[in-house]
C-alpha cells in the first residue's frame, strides 16, 4: 500500500511539472509566428496603384503621412482618450508585388498603439544670497509632459480588415502610369478621333459624287 502511494505521489508529480512547462505565458503567447493573414491581403494591379490607394485610405482617417515612397508608406494618428491619456497609432504600409505576370501585389500592414500619460513636475524658485547661501521661496512653477507609459502592435482582424476594405475601394479609382490597364485606356482614347475624322472626308466625297451625278 505504501508503495503505491509512492508511485502516485510520482506519477502526480510529473504531470504537475509538463503541465507547468507547458503553459505559455501571455509574453510568450505574441512572440510566436502563425498562419493566420491578419497583416496582409492581396489586391490586383502594380505595388504602386495598391500604395496609392493605401495612401487615399489613411488619408480618409485623419491619419498624416509621414513617410510615403512607391511602396512604403507610413502615417501617424493621434487620440485623446482622456485629459491624462494621450494615444498615438503609427500606421506602417509595405507593398510587394506578387510573382511576375500575376499582375497583383501583397500588402502587408502593421499598426503599433503608444500610450502616454501626463506626468507633472513642480519646481521651486530659489535665490542666491552671498552670506547665508541659495534660499529656497514657497512659491514655483509646474511643468507637464508626457511619458510614454505602453507601447504595442494592434493585433485585432477587424482593425485590418477594416482598413483593407478602404483599400479596395480607392483601388478602383487608382491609375498609375505603369498600370497596364490605364495604358490600354488611354492608347484607345487617343486612336479614336482619327477614325471620326476619316469618316468625314468619305462622307463629303459621297454628296460630291451625288452632285455631279445629277448635273
Not at 503505491?4 to 502526480?12: E, I, M, N, P, Q
Not at 483599400?167 to 487617343?190: F, G, I, T
Request: hydrophobic fraction near 35%.
Amino acid at each position: 500500500m505504501r508503495r503505491l502511494f509512492l508511485y502516485l505521489s510520482v506519477a502526480l508529480s510529473l504531470s504537475l511539472v509538463s503541465a507547468c512547462s507547458t503553459t505559455k505565458s501571455p509574453s510568450q503567447q505574441h512572440e510566436e509566428f502563425g498562419a493566420s493573414g491578419v497583416f496582409t491581403r492581396s489586391f490586383p494591379g502594380t505595388e504602386q496603384s495598391a500604395c496609392e490607394a493605401a495612401r487615399r485610405a489613411l488619408l480618409s482617417q485623419g491619419y498624416v503621412i509621414s513617410d510615403w515612397k512607391p511602396s512604403i508608406l507610413k502615417g501617424r494618428r493621434k487620440y485623446q482618450h482622456d485629459a491624462e491619456v494621450h494615444a498615438e497609432i503609427e500606421f506602417n504600409v509595405v507593398c510587394v508585388a506578387n510573382s511576375q505576370g500575376s499582375n497583383s501585389t501583397t500588402i502587408f500592414a502593421n499598426a503599433v498603439r503608444d500610450r502616454y500619460s501626463l506626468k507633472k513636475s513642480n519646481t521651486s524658485a530659489s535665490i542666491g544670497v552671498s552670506a547665508i547661501g541659495s534660499v529656497s521661496l514657497p512659491f514655483g512653477t509646474t511643468d507637464d509632459a508626457l511619458v510614454k507609459v505602453a507601447s504595442e502592435t494592434i493585433p485585432t482582424g477587424q482593425f485590418y480588415n477594416q482598413f483593407f476594405d478602404l483599400v479596395e475601394r480607392y483601388l478602383d479609382s487608382v491609375q498609375m502610369p505603369n498600370d497596364p490597364d490605364a495604358e490600354k485606356k488611354e492608347s484607345a482614347s487617343v486612336k479614336a478621333p482619327p477614325a471620326e475624322q476619316s469618316a468625314a472626308p468619305d462622307q463629303a466625297g459621297k454628296e460630291i459624287s451625288k452632285s455631279n451625278a445629277d448635273n
